[in-house]
């Protein structure tokens, strides 16, 4: 089996060939649909990196209340959405308000290189989000993923979190 390492760099080499905007939008009307997401009043997303499926779009959907992730130390901390956001320590958009309580959400969407059948995803290899999902006790966690970043098995290790449901297409 590959590693871990093996798999991110095959993953970031091919998302660059894939065309992510239209993946992006048929994703976004696929989570509208959906009924957890219907359900869903407190919803964290991701600030998208480029080659990443961006879901942004959700944003305009006014009846929810819209998160992100911000990195402190180790931890990772769900913000509520703002229109100031700014760029971390990892390169990545982060939102400038103060950190609530992971329980209050109901939906937490979680980006990745590669998902599996198993519903482990391969992340970037900080393990921010392994650390964070299972303190988001009231949450469905979510994976979107092109399907040519979905396989039938990543590696994974005992501390690995598996998801509620992995989309791709």
Known sequence: ????TDYRLYA?????????????????????????YVKAKNVMLFYPL??????LDLLSDVDKNF????????????CPYSTQMKKSDLNIMEPCTD???????????????????????????????????????NAFKLVVIPKELFVNELPHEEFDVPLDE???M
Request: proline share 6%; charged share 30%; with cysteine.
């Open 67 to 78: 998160y992100f992730p911000k990195v402190s130390g180790k931890e990772l901390l769900a």
């Open 99 to 137: 950190p609530v309580d992971p329980e209050i959400l109901d939906l937490v969407i979680v980006p990745a290189l590669m998902a599996d059948c198993k519903k482990y995803r391969l992340g970037y290899g900080g393990g921010f989000y392994d650390r964070f999902l299972p303190c988001c006790k």
């Open 50 to 55: 480029s080659d990443e499926i961006n879901l």
């Open 166 to 168: 992995v989309i791709y």
């Open 1 to 4: 089996m590959k590693s871990k």
């Open 12 to 36: 970031k080499g091919l998302r660059k060939k894939l065309d992510m905007q239209r993946l992006s939008a048929c994703m976004v009307e696929k989570i509208q649909k959906a009924s957890y």
